[in-house]
């Protein structure tokens, strides 16, 4: 069965950082594209990044190109989500997904967590 997990939100001021991580299991991790959406109250899912498998490939929404970094560590079967810079905006919930359709199509992918919270104060 797969699982997948995420950490890392919290409350922080504008302007500061985070790092959130997501864990999975039950599946090949290298073989696997991730990806992050976030969901506002009130608003639609956004596709925030995707990375491909190998990690040569990486998409950003333009609302958080040069703020957020993804990153992967497939020995730890761990994908990050370094966010600088953070702003009100930010808020969300934040999930993780996972699958094998190709790494653009974050929307298909059929893996996803339960999300972290992460609250961004002005």
């Known amino acids: 069965q797969v699982q997948v997990v995420e950490s890392g939100g919290g409350l922080v001021q504008a302007g500061g950082s985070l790092r959130l991580s997501c864990t999975a299991s039950?599946?090949?991790?290298?073989?696997?594209?991730v990806g992050w959406f976030r969901q506002a109250p009130g608003k639609e899912r956004e596709g925030v990044s995707c990375?491909?498998?190998?990690?040569?490939?990486?998409y950003y929404a333009d609302s958080v190109k040069g703020r957020f970094t993804i990153s992967r560590d497939n020995v730890k079967n761990t994908v990050y989500l370094q966010m600088n810079s953070l702003k009100p905006g930010d808020t969300a919930m934040y999930c993780c997904?996972?699958?094998?359709?190709?790494?653009?199509?974050?929307?298909?992918?059929?893996?996803w967590g339960q999300g972290t919270q992460v609250t961004v104060s002005s």
């Open positions: 039950g599946l090949t991790f290298a073989d696997v594209n």
């Open positions: 997904a996972a699958d094998r359709v190709d790494w653009w199509l974050l929307p298909r992918y059929a893996y």
């Open positions: 990375m491909s498998w190998s990690g040569d490939s990486t």
